[in-house]
């Protein structure tokens, strides 16, 4: 019974989403309260339980010093207040230094030196179509290096470098933006390729019919 169900379910869900393609409705309002209502509750119930296993047990199995991050994110709700609004800015200097030091103890290893780790490699191990890829990522990335390069005045060869580099962050913008478009579509096309299938295709002419009906109405007023 649920596997016939949970499909008309979501398929139900799925058109009250889509029908905001047609025009404001009510159906659409329906699906974006549901949709606002079960995110706040997930994310209610993630952040209480990472609170519970990051926080709470394990202070309660000893780890007393927890209390201190505990008292920081206490003071931000200082900010309330106009009187001990300054405490907030202890918290939000501690989170501030705490999170750049973090990212960039991770950010300097992945972009900076695994860029340059990924630059040496043994030639004689490559193929030819890997030797071409390896030489035009290295004069793209030099290329970019010389971009950013403002000491020297981009003029003669070194301009032809930057104008490279240039053009390789030209096309790597250009690639991301093509593949977040093309994950966005995969979305819809695998919602249409659900809608397809049976049951959840019934709710296509009862969907039909609503819209033929609405159509109706509206021209007879």
């Known amino acids: 019974?649920?596997?016939v169900i949970t499909p008309l379910i979501v398929g139900t869900l799925t058109l009250m989403a889509w029908s905001l393609l047609y025009r404001e409705n009510v159906f659409y309002r329906i699906a974006e309260v549901l949709m606002v209502g079960f995110g706040m509750g997930y994310t209610l119930y993630i952040s209480l339980s990472t609170l519970n296993r990051v926080w709470f047990q394990p202070l309660l199995s000893g780890k007393w010093w927890l209390i201190i991050p505990a008292i920081l994110g206490l003071l931000l709700y200082t900010i309330y207040s106009r009187r001990y609004m300054f405490l907030?800015?202890?918290a939000m200097a501690a989170i501030a230094g705490a999170g750049s030091g973090y990212a960039v103890s991770?950010?300097?290893p992945v972009m900076i030196i695994g860029q340059i780790e990924g630059l040496a490699v043994k030639f004689s191990e490559l193929s030819a179509l890997d030797l071409a890829n390896h030489?035009?990522?290295?004069?793209a990335c030099i290329g970019?290096?010389?971009y950013f390069t403002f000491t020297k005045e981009h003029k003669g060869w070194f301009g032809g470098l930057t104008r490279i580099g240039r053009w390789s962050m030209m096309l790597a913008?250009?690639?991301?933006?093509g593949a977040t478009l093309y994950a966005n579509q995969i979305f819809t096309i695998e919602r249409a390729a659900f809608l397809a299938k049976y049951p959840q295709n019934l709710?296509?002419?009862i969907a039909v019919l609503f819209i033929v009906y609405d159509l109706f109405i509206r021209k007879k007023r």
């Open 1 to 3: 019974m649920s596997e």
């Open 88 to 90: 907030s800015r202890w």
């Open 106 to 108: 991770r950010a300097i």
């Open 135 to 139: 030489i035009i990522a290295t004069i």
């Open 144 to 146: 970019t290096v010389a």
């Open 173 to 177: 913008f250009g690639s991301t933006f």
């Open 203 to 205: 709710l296509l002419i």
